[in-house]
């Protein structure tokens, strides 16, 4: 996949759909991202023009890009791409490519320290809140002074999605609350 052209970004940054998306390409220019790990894959289209939009931006580096969704253990109506799919989609993006399959939880679990040093963290509204509240306990292990997380959250009446970036110390204490357990 070739680096998105300065019109392209332009594109994808002020007029791309869904809009709040746009927020994650002026990120990903500003920051000059070169590690990006994304919890929820879905079709892959956000995740090819973020890979385009670091390429234009941190040209001279390595990308690395971790996907971790559940693919084929997806319930029936939540769309995504099966692992199979989605390695021959983003395999031409041209980073190091790392496709985890699981909830955010045990796929966590199994990679968090290989991990270290993401700068973009995204985090996406589809993915399983109780997994994804267990999750958070790895990944401040994860993070540097620089990286950036941003958590989808959705709209429940007008299905409205939006990104809202958390800060370290937000992201410390999900990390340190306890599990809600149920009652047995």
């Known amino acids: ?15 791309s759909r869904p809009a709040h998306e746009r927020r994650l390409y002026r990120s990903v220019r500003k920051a000059g991202v070169r590690s990006i790990v994304e919890l929820g894959v879905g079709d892959a289209r956000r995740a090819k023009r973020l890979l385009a939009v670091a390429q234009r931006y941190a040209p001279q580096s390595r990308l690395s890009y971790t996907g971790i969704d559940l693919f084929e253990a997806r319930t029936a109506d939540s769309p995504g791409l099966s692992l199979k799919e989605a390695h021959r989609e983003l ?28 700068d973009l963290l995204i985090i996406s509204a589809d993915v ?4 994804l509240e267990r999750a958070w306990f790895y990944v401040p292990r ?25 800060t370290l110390p937000e992201i410390a204490e999900l990390a340190n609350r306890e599990p809600q357990r149920r009652a047995a």
Request: charged fraction near 25%; aromatic fraction near 6%; proline fraction near 4%.
């Open 1 to 15: 996949m070739n680096p998105a052209s300065t019109l392209r970004f332009l594109a994808l940054a002020w007029l």
């Open 91 to 118: 395999t031409r993006a041209g980073a190091q490519l790392r496709l985890m399959p699981g909830d955010p939880f045990s796929a966590l679990a199994r990679c968090a320290n290989a991990l270290t040093n993401t």
């Open 142 to 166: 994860m993070l540097h002074d620089r990286s950036q997380v941003f958590l989808e959250t959705r709209d429940e009446k007008s299905d409205r999605r939006r990104y809202r970036r958390l």
């Open 128 to 131: 399983d809140a109780a997994a």
